[in-house]
Each structure stands twice: as C-alpha cells, then as structure tokens.
C-alpha cells in the first residue's frame, strides 16, 4: 500500500532562517512522482514543486527545492530564507505509477517568527 | 485568467437534506477530483474523473454522489446517506499526461457544516 508520513506535527522557525520539512514515503511501484503543498489558513491548496522518480536531479522552484533520496524513501522540502508569509499548513503528496489520485500525509503546521 | 472556481465558499445543510458542492474549470484539464478535509488532517479522495460521462471511487465515496457532463465542471452531491459530511471540501483538476507529474491544482474550496 502506498503511504505518505510527516513525523513533524509542527514547526517554529525565526524569519530569514532555511527550514527543512521531512517526507518520508512508502511505495513497490518503481513509478512514481512527489509533491509538496501549501495550504495557508485560507484552506486553499497551493501547488509548490514536483519531483519525478526517475528525475536525476532534486527539484527547484524558487525558493523552494526538494531533497530526493531514493534509497532513504524521503522527499524532505527545503525553503531557504524563510519569510512571514510562508506560515502555513505543508502537505507531502504521492502519485504512483499511471494512477491519478494522490495519497496525502498528515501534513506540518510551520510558524515563521519575526 | 485560467483557474478553478468552486461554490459557495460557505454551505450550511439540515440533516437529511443533499447539497450539491459547484465546481468549474477553465484549465481545459481532462481530469477532476474531489477531496474531503477533515480538521487537522491530510485530504481524502472522493471521487475522480479522467473523462467526460466517466467517473471512478475513490477512497471515500460512500454518502457522494457525481457527474461530469462537460469538461469543465465536476459537481459534487453530498446526499442524506453521508454520515458526517460537515468537512472542507476540495475541488481539483490535472491533465492526465504524464509529463510534469499530472500535478493537480486546486480550487479555494468549500466548507460544509451541517446544523
């Protein structure tokens, strides 16, 4: 069975600091793809970065990247200079093989402090 | 400017009605999802849609009812059948090409309370 876990309920982080939040993720099928999500308090969910399993480099976006280990089954988001904005609820996401749904984790509530 | 609309933002049901949960697309995705939220947890998968007049199960599908008669728009019946439906309710739609993932982009929502 396909299984997303974040073992971080919650983070606080001081402004301006990089921030990593853990992915770990559990999956047979050889094919696959990692999302990371936003949702702030207004509930919507705001797409970050992507990464495929057979892309050879980690992903970037901005000021976000995605740490890929294949080996360690993990898909840790890395926001660097962390800004007040960046407060909010993160959701790692898995797709696997040609399937369309994704399977959810629990997610991280990150505070940024001033 | 290419997005997802869903409606009402805010939905108040007495017991034992059903309301139907909008939702458009004007990304000219193939796919459609719907996702429930719980407090303080990640989304579950309702139903989806790959195709017009197609449709599948999700994980949660019992108590929901769909339709896709256009492209794009996914309405969602929440019926009398569905036990605890006060939930925020999320609309979602992709492509069904493998390049770039399938990412799914979501709409604003919608928060169910039942009275």
């Known amino acids: 069975a396909q299984k997303i876990t974040q073992t971080q309920p919650g983070m606080f982080v001081q402004e301006k600091e990089a921030v990593t939040l853990d992915c770990t993720y559990d999956?047979?099928?050889?094919?696959?793809?990692l999302f990371w999500y936003k949702q702030p308090s207004s509930g919507e969910m705001i797409f970050l970065i992507y990464?495929?399993?057979?892309?050879?480099q980690n992903a970037t976006e901005g000021r976000y990247s995605l740490n890929f280990q294949k080996a360690r089954k993990s898909a840790n988001l890395v926001i660097s200079a962390s800004q007040l904005g960046d407060s909010a609820m993160y959701f790692c996401?898995?797709?696997?093989?040609?399937?369309?749904?994704?399977?959810f984790g629990q997610g991280t509530r990150l505070t940024i402090n001033p | 400017d290419g997005g997802i609309t869903q409606s009402p933002k805010y939905l108040f049901r007495k017991e034992g009605q059903n309301v139907t949960l909008s939702c458009e697309q004007n990304?000219?995705?193939?796919?459609m999802y719907w996702y429930r939220q719980d407090p303080g947890q990640g989304l579950r998968l309702i139903y989806y849609?790959?195709?017009?007049?197609?449709?599948q199960k999700g994980d949660i599908a019992e108590g929901y009812s769909v339709s896709r008669e256009k492209k794009e728009s996914f309405p969602l019946t929440v019926t009398s059948a569905q036990k605890n439906p006060t939930a925020f309710y999320l609309c979602?739609?992709?492509?069904?090409?493998?390049?770039?993932?399938?990412?799914?982009?979501f709409g604003p929502g919608t928060r169910l309370t039942v009275l």
């Open positions: 979602a739609s992709s492509t069904t090409r493998l390049a770039g993932g399938k990412t799914q982009y």
């Open positions: 999956t047979s099928d050889p094919s696959y793809g």
């Open positions: 990464q495929g399993s057979y892309d050879q």
């Open positions: 996401a898995m797709r696997v093989g040609g399937a369309q749904k994704l399977v």
């Open positions: 990304l000219n995705h193939d796919a």
């Open positions: 849609s790959q195709i017009v007049n197609d449709f």
